[in-house]
Structure formats: C-alpha cells, structure tokens
C-alpha cells in the first residue's frame, strides 16, 4: 500500500501544521509562476532558438532531481526557483510562434485564463469539500504511462489526430492531479512546501501547455 496515504493519529499533522504548508505552498507557487511568466518574457523577447529551448528543458528536468534531493533544506528555495525559471523559459519559442500567428495573443490568453479558471475551481473544490482524492492516484500513473508511451510513438508517426488525442488527455490528468495534490496537503499527505509547490506547478505548466496547443489547434481552422 502507498505509505502516501496511511497515517496513524498520532504521525497525521496538525491542522496548524497543514494550513502552514498549504500557506506557504501558494505563496511559493506564486512568486515560482511570476518567475516563469518574467523568464518566458526574456527568452521571448531575445528570440530563443528551439534548440536553446530543448537545452533549457532538459536542464529543468536535470534541475528537479535536485530540487527534490534539497527539498528539506533552505537551498531548495533557490533551486527551485532554478528549476521554474528555467522551464518557463524553455516556454518562449512556443509562445513566440503562437505569438505571431493571426490571433495568436488571444489563444495565449485563452490558455492562460483557462488554466487559471481550471486550477482556482479544482483547488477551491478541494479547500471546500475536504475530500479525499488519493484513490485517484494510481489511475493518474497509469493515465501518464499510456500518454508518455503514446507521445514517444508519436514522435516517429507525427499522426495529428493523436498529438490532439494526446493534449486532451493531459488536460484531463492534470485536473486529476490538482485534485489529487491539493488534497494531499490537506490531508498530510505532503508536508514538504517545496515538493507540493513543485507538483502543483508542474500541473499547471503542463496544463497551460496542452491547452495552448489545444486552442492552437481549433483556432487554425477558422
């Protein structure tokens, strides 16, 4: 069984002690998605190659091991910030292209405000209700295997209805993981602010992501 969700009464956290983590938690979350929208400007504005745009999202991903191992120190602030910056960077190719195509500031906006609409109601559902979604997380595993194996199969069949197929079902699953994160801090599940902002904001990023391509997608055949 996930150790994840088993807790004695006397190891589960205190209400004090979850409302600190789920503080501090946003307010990270916060200044990390200013950081990203502030560095995905920059590399917009200096006109990032896809190339440097790869670079800079392997190094995210080489970044998140570490933020993970020094999550339980003061140094994981700074690399976490590292790890944001960097992958909202990464951003700035992608929305350079959409930038530049005929509406393409309003499907930017469209993603944008949809994801915000999509996280503030999954989470204030959570807050509210105080229900349980742990049982959701071996369904979202599962769901990110078929999709990563799917996308990888994609790469070499570049079939279009697939690479849509594929962005609807992140959509999905990153809806299930908001849920799933977000009630795992309320119910000590993750106690560690640092590792909850991080899998909330990779929710978020990816979730921004499908939806843009998504929107990107319909709004061509108009």
């Excluded at 992958?87 to 700035?92: E, F, Q, T, V, W």
């Amino acid at each position: 069984m996930d150790n994840r969700t088993v807790y004695t009464s006397a190891s589960r956290p205190s209400v004090l002690e979850t409302n600190k983590v789920l503080r501090n938690t946003y307010m990270l979350l916060a200044m990390t998605l200013l950081f990203s929208a502030v560095c995905a400007g920059i590399t917009m504005a200096v006109g990032i190659s896809p190339m440097a745009s790869l670079v800079m999202t392997i190094g995210a991903f080489i970044t998140l091991f570490i933020v993970n191992k020094k999550a339980d120190s003061s140094s994981g602030i700074f690399w976490i910030f590292a790890f944001t910056g960097l992958l909202g960077g990464s951003l700035g190719y992608m929305l350079s292209f959409y930038a530049a195509i005929p509406g393409g500031p309003a499907l930017i906006a469209q993603a944008l405000g949809g994801t915000a609409l999509i996280f503030f109601a999954l989470s204030a559902y959570v807050l509210t209700t105080k229900k349980d979604f742990s049982f959701m997380g071996g369904f979202l595993f599962v769901g990110m295997m078929v999709v990563l194996v799917a996308a990888i199969a994609n790469i070499f069949f570049s079939v279009p209805a697939v690479h849509l197929a594929i962005n609807a079902a992140i959509v999905f699953l990153m809806s299930g993981f908001i849920l799933f994160d977000t009630s795992r801090i309320i119910h000590g599940g993750e106690t560690n602010y640092i590792r909850a902002t991080v899998g909330l904001y990779l929710n978020i990023y990816n979730l921004f992501v499908s939806l843009l391509q998504l929107l990107g997608a319909f709004g061509s055949d108009d």
